[in-house]
């Protein structure tokens, strides 16, 4: 499974920002995806998830309201919106996947991290106020 992620970059407070995530080399029924970010000095956390076969999403309580989590199965790519973006979003944003007999919804974004498997690079998100 192969992952790279686009569309980070520096947005104005209040903004969105559309994040992309390519997937190769996976089996949609196989596998849910997923997005965390990792800011400066802080611990990488989860922000959501999709099986995307099923098309049901996970949003972490941190962003809640804010995010929309989608697949576009014709290109292969998830993809994050954020909306409203404050300072406190701004991070490495990083997409991964996990197979789908390990992934518990939204406790997959909050715990037991090692059972994604494959990472992308990462991209960068920062938010000026």
């Known amino acids: 499974v192969q992952l790279v992620e686009s569309g980070g970059g520096l947005v104005q407070a209040g903004g969105s920002l559309r994040l992309a995530c390519k997937a190769s080399?996976?089996?949609?029924?196989?596998?849910?995806l997923g997005w965390f970010r990792q800011a400066p000095g802080k611990e990488r956390e989860g922000v959501a998830a999709?099986?995307?076969?099923?098309?049901?999403?996970y949003d972490a309580d941190s962003v809640k309201g804010r995010v929309t989590i989608t697949w576009e199965n014709s290109e292969n790519t998830m993809y994050l919106r954020i909306d409203n973006l404050k300072p406190g979003d701004t991070a490495v944003y990083y997409c991964?996947?996990?197979?789908?007999?390990?992934?518990?919804?939204?406790?997959?974004?909050?715990?037991?991290?090692?059972?994604?498997?494959?990472w992308g690079q990462g991209t960068q998100v920062t938010v000026a106020l």
């Open positions: 991964a996947a996990i197979p789908y007999s390990l992934f518990y919804g939204t406790e997959s974004l909050t715990s037991r991290e090692q059972r994604w498997a494959s």
């Open positions: 080399g996976l089996r949609i029924r196989d596998w849910a």
């Open positions: 999709i099986n995307p076969y099923a098309r049901t999403v």
